[in-house]
């Protein structure tokens, strides 16, 4: 991509590696330079909190923010009913209406880290809005017609999963079609020029961009962000122990900070720029140190990060426990704890469910093999043991478990 912007979101973007596609660089890098302007991206309401696979977007709409434009986080209180089919290989389960509230409002608060809301500042809208008193038969023609159903096979968000022969239901057919509106409606309701999101929308943004010109006659535009994956080839904010989730019930501010701590050499300096507002001056040169100098990069990773979503003081104490623990030995004060009572222990409870419930593994199974590896510690002696049993009266100090060096936990009676 040769193109040199004028604007300053896509020069931060372009420069930050942010960008994958647009639909017209220079039409939009014009529309940028003019004045504000309003975008979007949407967020189906699927779980009770963002994860980090999210997070690459959400900071794009911070550095929109920034950049002196309006940011509309556009919540998916009506598409999430119908569920995006989007490069999935089964249908999505459909959630009832109070369960889809309850995620969005769980939501916001995470959203509301990273963007400024209120009046001539980021919006936070629920296409239910629209969506929800939609006429069926008034849709289908006004709406429907513009819409060529073998376009529709062609996108291969599609075409993957029918090449695969797996089912796609007609409810999950009209997803592209409720995406292409809620563009419409937002370039109608509020004058949203943008529409962005990673690159498996990008055939769903082609089509809100083709239906409002249609309906409006309106010039807008579309832009993706590329889909990461690690270096190793796993995807963003993926761990072998499930989601990163944003929200801190989830996910302990330690534990999101340990995620971007243990980040690979080779993707440090990449997530410095994407994932913090360090200089990309600066992001280059802590991504180019070597041996043990990468660490410290990865730590100041780690703090960046998390402060963003957490707070400084998250950031630092979770710094704290992890030089406690790693560096000396020590427990920490802000590791992970599973906190049990006289009853869960009766008269012992088992090393493998302990490791289980702790979260350092994700089955029975998956702690045995732990153990049988070499990869578990007890008080950071080698657990050898799976068929060990611990009472109360072993209990009476917490104990620390260990998963292979990185990841830690508590156990301790309440």
């Known amino acids: 991509m040769t193109y040199h912007p004028k604007s300053d979101f896509m020069a931060t973007i372009m420069e930050r590696g942010f960008l994958q596609d647009c639909t017209d660089y220079q039409g939009l890098d014009e529309a940028l330079s003019k004045g504000s302007v309003t975008a979007y991206i949407g967020y189906d309401a699927t779980a009770k909190s963002l994860h980090v696979g999210h997070l690459l977007n959400v900071m794009l709409l911070r550095w929109f923010q920034k950049c002196g434009h309006q940011p509309i986080t556009l919540m998916g209180g009506g598409t999430t009913k119908v569920g995006d089919p989007s490069f999935r290989a089964d249908e ?5 209406p109070d369960q889809i509230d309850d995620n969005i409002a769980a939501m916001k608060g995470v959203l509301s880290s990273y963007l400024e809301y209120g009046e001539g500042k980021a919006l936070m809208l629920n296409n239910a809005e629209w969506l929800d008193g939609l006429n069926y038969l008034e849709f289908l023609r006004d709406i429907g017609r513009h819409f ?3 376009r529709m096979l062609s996108f291969e ?3 993957s999963r029918l090449d695969r022969e797996q089912s796609l239901s007609f409810l999950e057919f009209n997803y592209m079609i409720l995406q292409a509106y809620d563009f419409l409606e937002l370039n109608r309701r509020y004058g949203c020029l943008l529409q962005m999101g990673g690159s498996d929308q990008w055939g769903n943004i082609v089509n809100g961009i083709d239906l409002t010109r249609r309906v409006l006659d309106a010039e807008i535009y579309g832009l993706t962000t590329p889909l990461l994956t690690t270096s190793d080839g796993r995807k963003m904010g993926k761990s072998q122990g499930g989601a990163i989730w944003l929200n801190g019930d989830m996910l302990s501010p330690y534990e999101f900070w340990q995620f971007w701590r243990n980040t690979t050499d080779a993707d440090t300096g990449r997530f410095l720029k994407l994932y ?3 200089p990309v001056e600066e992001c280059d040169r802590l991504g180019a140190l070597a041996g043990s100098e990468i660490n410290e990069a990865k730590i100041i990773l780690a703090n960046e990060v998390t402060t963003l979503l957490h707070g400084a003081d998250a950031a630092a104490a979770a710094e704290a426990t992890a030089r406690e623990v790693f560096e ?11 906190t049990l009572s006289a009853a869960d222990v009766g008269d012992g409870i088992s090393i493998v469910q302990l490791i289980v419930r702790s979260g350092l593994a994700g089955s029975g ?5 732990l153990i049988a590896d070499n990869g578990a510690r007890i008080d950071d002696e080698p ?3 799976a068929g060990l049993m611990i009472d109360a009266a072993a209990l009476s100090a917490p104990i620390k478990l260990s998963a292979g060096k990185k990841r830690h936990a508590l156990v301790q009676l309440g």
């Open 365 to 369: 199974k998956e702690a045995k093999r």
């Open 383 to 385: 657990l050898t043991d």
């Open 148 to 150: 060529s159903v073998n």
């Open 92 to 96: 999505r389960p459909l959630l009832t």
């Open 328 to 338: 000396k030995g020590g427990v920490g004060d802000d590791l992970p704890t599973l």
């Open 157 to 159: 968000s599609v075409k």
């Open 276 to 278: 913090t507002e360090l």
